[in-house]
Each structure stands twice: as structure tokens, then as C-alpha cells.
T-cell receptor
Framework: GENVEQHPSTLSVQEGDSAVIKCTYS??????FPWYKQELGKRPQLIID?????GEKKDQRIAVTLNKTAKHFSLHITETQPEDSAVYFC????????????FGTGTRLQVFP | ETGVTQTPRHLVMGMTNKKSLKCEQH?????MYWYKQSAKKPLELMFV???????ENNSVPSRFSPECPNSSHLFLHLHTLQPEDSALYLC???????????FGQGTRLTVV
């Protein structure tokens, strides 16, 4: 079945450093790849997304890259701040008639001041 | 607020109880989802409804029974649950699978 793998499961960085989270997906027909941030005790919220017709997208300190050939995509956070500490989930759409969005297993990012 | 509301926020139930979780969205979205979030599987898809029709049942035990009476409301009926069913149950909605999914705050369920 469809699968999204996410690595690493935990990531600790010093404030100001960069953080990279990687995901791979199995369905080559997937065409939408969002990233969600879930702060402690809160709901997941979209922070950035990318579609299959684009290779890279940037929004201030956050960027996402997509390699369709290799079926992997990555989240890059530069100049990390303590408020970036959260669990990050990648996801991939399954473009069949079921309207599914399959999530990765999450990465717990801790930014130390 | 994302426009997706879940009630109750917390629920404690015994293994013989019957309860229901409710999710409501007025964003005009066509798709609604139930996810289970636990330490074992951080965000596990349970059910998908598209235009009120169930399009996905991700091998969920029959003690979980979803209901979608209209495109704005989604229920999860619970009966004879097990302690391992204790988790955060998140509802989400989206226009379709390739657009942003908006999550509710979740219901923290504890089965005793």
C-alpha cells in the first residue's frame, strides 16, 4: 500500500543552525506534498507545501525540495529558533478517488538556545 | 481557529460504554478525515469521507464506526473499546486530497 517514510524521528540542533527533515513516498502518482508543524498540545498546522510540477519552494526560513525521480522531498529550516521546536509531519497525497493524505511518522525537532 | 471544531475535547470511557466523537466544519470542504494519534503511530489515517461517501476504511476495527450525515459533520461512534484505543483522535477536512487539510483540536480519549 501507499507509504511515507520520514527521517530522522528526533533532531536536536543549536539555535541558529539549520535543520533538515527527509521523507520518501511510494506512489509515483502523488502530486501534493505538504508539511505540518504540531506544537505540544496543539493541532497540526500547515507550514509549507509543494506540488509535483515544482522542484523547490521557499518561505522565509523554510524551504522544501522535491525530487520526483527519487520520490523524496525534504524540509529545510535555516537559522532555527527555539519556537521552531515541535513535531513536523510530511505527507503525500494519493490521487485516486479516495482523497487520501498519507502522513509520515513525524520528526521531533528540539532547538536549544 | 482553523474552522474545524471537535467535541468533546477530552473523554474518559469504560470498555463497555458507547460514546460518539463529533467533528464539524463550515469551510465548504468536500473531504473529511479521522486520524488517530498515538505514541506508536503518530498520525494514522482511519477513515476518509468524500462528499458524504466513505472512500477509505484503513483496516479499522469495527468497534469504531464513522458516520457522515452531511458534508459539514462527521462522527466517530465508539463501542466496546480497548485500553490500547486510548489516543488523540483528530478530525480534518480539505477541499480535496491535494489541498491543505485543516485539523480540529482533537479529542483526547482514555479507555479505562
Amino acid at each position: 500500500g501507499e507509504n511515507v517514510e520520514q527521517h530522522p524521528s528526533t533532531l536536536s540542533v543549536q539555535e541558529g543552525d539549520s535543520a533538515v527533515i527527509k521523507c520518501t513516498y511510494s506512489d509515483s502518482a502523488s502530486n501534493y506534498f505538504p508539511w505540518y508543524k504540531q506544537e505540544l498540545g496543539k493541532r497540526p498546522q500547515l507550514i509549507i507545501d509543494i506540488r509535483s510540477n515544482v522542484g523547490e519552494k521557499k518561505d522565509q526560513r523554510i524551504a522544501v525540495t522535491l525530487n520526483k525521480t527519487a520520490k523524496h522531498f525534504s524540509l529545510h529550516i535555516t537559522e532555527t529558533q527555539p519556537e521552531d521546536s515541535a513535531v513536523y509531519f510530511c505527507a503525500a497525497s494519493i490521487p485516486d478517488n479516495t482523497d487520501k493524505l498519507i502522513f509520515g511518522t513525524g520528526t521531533r525537532l528540539q532547538v536549544f538556545p | 481557529e482553523t474552522g474545524v471544531t471537535q467535541t468533546p475535547r477530552h473523554l474518559v470511557m469504560g470498555m463497555t460504554n458507547k460514546k460518539s466523537l463529533k467533528c464539524e466544519q463550515h469551510l465548504g470542504h468536500n473531504a473529511m478525515y479521522w486520524y488517530k494519534q498515538s505514541a506508536k503511530k503518530p498520525l494514522e489515517l482511519m477513515f476518509v469521507y468524500n462528499f458524504k461517501e466513505q472512500t477509505e476504511n484503513n483496516s479499522v476495527p469495527s468497534r469504531f464506526s464513522p458516520e457522515c450525515p452531511n458534508s459539514s459533520h462527521l462522527f466517530l461512534h465508539l463501542h466496546t473499546l480497548q485500553p490500547e484505543d486510548s489516543a488523540l483522535y483528530l478530525c480534518a477536512s480539505s477541499r480535496r486530497e491535494d489541498t491543505e487539510a485543516f485539523f480540529g483540536q482533537g479529542t483526547r480519549l482514555t479507555v479505562v
